[in-house]
């Protein structure tokens, strides 16, 4: 990489050593922040006519580029974006800072769209590809430098190493916080912590190192000045590890839509009926969005009088199968309702996850299709019962 980088309107200029980090910036502002602070193999500015998904592609098999960090204030085309970033995530680390600068709604007039903010939709787009979103750079820089120099950690144990004498259960106390376990010795651990310099790395072993409030020079082990920078880097990189591992279940392929017949024939192609009688069961609502800024996302909230009092509700960004859909399910803090909450019969929640991913299937394939609510959705011990849809078009030429 030459040593100064172009972003427009100002000159930025690596003074880091060339590295194994690819940078995209559509600010100059943290651009600068980020040069000065990582070691960079590939940079592109804003501004080149590329976006987010062009750089992803172009650094999917480049061997400098160990890691990509992203500086988005638009995705450019969501769903491109979204499927490029879940692919490139399954081979190298894909983090992404959002700049602050707030997307446009893309929307008006919808009450699901009006749902789906920044947080949610970007939260549901990190779930389903593996992104590493971050609102301050220090936390960006502090996992980046992690994920550049060590490999990733195989589970959450870690062991500290050193002498940490009196913060050691600190230490420990913050690493429990973070979702890390504490292991009894090294041998035992998938990540090491080592509290006094100069320790030499362990292969195979995910190491990190600190000095309680000194700044050290970064080597094979990456320095961080307090416990708790490096157990937060730790905690994101073994989330993203665990990520990887997972199966990524392949979606069932959707059906082959001709046109838009009318709303009962179009939820019948997708294996939607709709009934007049509502059963006695627990209400949800299933919805789904085809967002002009942030893409298709399916919703599954709780239903019934108290749906506007809780706004209890799980976002994903589809294609997905029945294990996601399980999982958006369980997302709701009423979702004991459905699984015999004190007595009451168990509901068949695999017939609503069923439903949850018929609803992505069909949102993803009929971009046409703004708006999809099904509502009331009534579960019962035999099934999910649909009685009534409301359905929004658009023309998408």
């Known amino acids: 990489m ?23 910036s559509q600010s100059a502002t943290v651009a600068d922040a980020l040069c000065e602070r990582l070691a960079l193999a590939a940079y592109e500015p804003a501004g080149s006519g590329l976006d987010a998904a062009d750089l992803l592609e172009r650094w999917e098999d480049d061997e400098r580029v160990r890691l990509v960090v992203l500086c988005l204030d638009a995705l450019g085309d969501p769903r491109r974006f979204a499927a490029v970033a879940s692919r490139v995530g399954r081979r190298k680390p894909v983090l992404l800072f959002e700049t602050g600068r707030p997307l446009p709604d893309g929307e008006s007039g919808s009450r699901l769209a009006s749902a789906v903010t920044p947080g949610v939709a970007m939260g549901a787009l990190a779930a389903a590809t593996g992104l590493l979103r971050f609102t301050t750079l220090g936390e960006l820089v502090d996992t980046a430098r992690l994920l550049a120099a060590q490999p990733l950690p195989r589970g959450r144990r870690v062991a500290l190493v050193g002498d940490p004498a009196d913060a050691g259960t600190l230490i420990a106390a913050a690493c429990e916080r973070a979702g890390l376990v504490v292991a009894g010795s090294a041998a035992d651990a998938d990540a090491l912590l080592a509290v006094s310099p100069g320790l030499a790395a362990h292969p195979g072993k995910t190491m990190v190192a600190c000095s309680l409030g000194r700044q050290g020079a970064d080597g094979p082990v990456p320095h961080y000045p307090y416990p708790d920078q490096a157990i937060r880097a730790l905690a994101r990189a073994a989330r993203y590890a665990e990520w990887r591992r997972c199966s990524h279940e392949p979606p069932a392929p959707a059906p082959v839509a001709c046109g838009l017949p009318d709303p009962v024939a179009l939820l019948n192609g997708f294996g939607i009926s709709v009934t007049a009688a509502t059963p006695p069961g627990v209400e949800v609502i299933v919805g789904a969005v085809n967002h002009l800024v942030y893409g298709p996302l399916v919703m599954v909230q709780t239903g019934g009088p108290i749906a506007d009092l809780l706004v209890d509700r799980s976002f994903r960004v589809p294609p997905f199968g029945i294990a996601t859909a399980a999982e958006m399910i369980a997302d709701l803090h009423c979702s004991p309702l459905l699984y015999g909450y004190r007595g009451r019969r168990k509901a068949d929640t695999e017939a609503l996850a069923a439903l949850v991913r018929a609803v992505g299937q069909l949102i993803l394939t009929l971009p046409e299709v703004a708006e999809l609510e099904l509502s009331p959705v009534t579960v019962t011990a035999d099934g999910a019962v649909v009685t009534d849809t409301a359905i929004r078009l658009v023309s998408r030429a």
């Open 2 to 24: 030459s040593e100064e980088c172009v972003a427009h309107p100002r000159t930025v200029t690596s003074r880091r050593p060339e590295g194994s980090t690819g940078l995209y």
